[in-house]
């Protein structure tokens, strides 16, 4: 039978398969995460700018990447602590952040989530986020929106007016910006300044699904990491945000390039234009371009 031309076919059904294992793999290896964390787990450094890892991590990522590839045999996949599965799956990527949040698991604070994506060509298709801590899972198809346990996404939609105290927002840097990195100083600082609450929540991909419920205004990333990006910036997009680089350009939501050029700034259409005028005056003249570090680098956990 052709396809009803008063009636075009869903554009997300071509992606059901990878978006109900994708699902599955996250709560999967969410409820894996919360069957251990109760019970303690070994923490160690990981590089030298105050980032950790833990087995609860690798127990993860290593179920929810078995079932990805026993779904998708030929897909590559990169991982956030084991890197990449190579695959020859045609450009499909997948995108594995097994525990975004390690650091606040290791210092008690129960703010952590789990991240899948599928990127086709760089191009997000399908981006699941799963809690955990309240079991409830937040996920998108490119062209079919974003839906949680209550139904239809819309946190950027709805024309809610910005309060007299300012925007609440949320920040992200990658593990790569130094401490003393002028051009994150100025914006975190004027970002703080200008608005009601700025969150730092280790956790970017808990940001991100706040942002596509509607309970954050904004959400401003500088130089961010690439294994959680997609996931999230397409669960906020299909939600009805909008998502730019910090100077306004359209964003692409990739995963590979330098980090330079996963600078961002997300929320409301309504609120974007307040957002941009923010940073506008913070940003960097010729920010220093750097090559990502490793393919499986991960949020900023």
Known sequence: MSPDPNHPADPSAGYAR?????VAAAE?????????????????????????????????ERLAVSRIRDRFPHDRILAEETGEHHGDGGGRTWLVDPLDGSNNVVIGLPVYVVGVALCVDEAPVVGV?????????????????????????????GGRPLPPAGPLLAWTQGHAVCRDDPAARTLRHTLEARSRRLLQLWAPLVA????ARGDIDGFVGYRAEAIDLPAGAL????????????????????????DTDR?????????????????????????????LSRAGRGSSS
């Open 263 to 291: 600078s961002f700034v997300a929320g409301r259409p309504e609120v974007l234009p307040h957002l941009l005028e923010l940073v506008a005056p913070c940003l960097p003249a010729d920010p220093p371009r750097q090559p």
């Open 208 to 211: 991100w699904a706040m942002l």
């Open 18 to 22: 990878e978006h109900r294992t994708a």
């Open 235 to 258: 669960l906020a997009r299909e939600a009805g945000v909008a998502v730019r680089h910090l100077d306004g350009r359209e964003f692409g939501c990739g995963f590979s390039g330098p």
């Open 129 to 157: 986020v799963h809690d955990p801590v309240a079991g409830r899972t937040w996920s998108a198809v490119r062209g079919g929106g974003a839906h949680g346990p209550h139904g239809a996404l819309a946190g950027g939609r």
């Open 28 to 60: 999967e290896a969410g409820a894996l995460l919360r069957s251990r964390i109760p019970d303690g787990f070994a923490a160690r450094p990981k590089g030298g700018l105050g980032d950790v890892v833990t087995d609860l991590d690798l127990m993860a």
